[in-house]
């Protein structure tokens, strides 16, 4: 499991450093990075935390996502899961923040 940091989206708010319980993302130049990837083990806090669509979640082979991306955007206290899959197409799964750890 991995995550991928969008640096055109990335507008340096550092708040994915922050809630990372890794201290897996570091800033250079106002943006953020991930420096080793393959650390990462998928809490996806940062994904929640990133109001800027900047960040995307690998779901990997390994839990059947054959190459498919996930993020989510905010839109009042609903969550929007958006995967995109590695043909194009595009899921939305939405979910009341309230219940967001259910799952
Ligand atoms: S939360 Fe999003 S916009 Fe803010 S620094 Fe992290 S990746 Fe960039
Ligand atoms: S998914 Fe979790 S462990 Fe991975 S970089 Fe983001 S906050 Fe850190």
Redesign the pocket.
């Known amino acids: 499991m991995s995550i991928r940091?969008n640096q055109e989206a990335?507008?340096?708010?550092?708040?994915?450093?922050k809630v990372c319980p890794g201290s897996l993302i570091k800033e250079k130049d106002k943006?953020?990075y991930i420096k080793y990837p393959k650390d990462c083990w998928g809490c996806v806090s940062?994904v929640k935390?990133?109001k800027?669509d900047?960040?995307d979640f690998y779901l990997g082979a390994d839990i059947g996502g054959n190459a498919s991306t996930m993020n989510v955007t905010y839109e009042g206290d609903i969550l929007h899961w958006k995967i995109k899959k590695s043909d194009g197409t595009v899921k939305t799964i939405d979910v009341f923040s309230k219940d967001s750890n259910k799952y």
Request: glycine share 6%; proline share 0%; net charge positive.
């Open positions: 940091i990335c507008v340096g708010c550092l708040k994915c450093i943006k953020a940062c935390e990133c800027f900047a960040i």
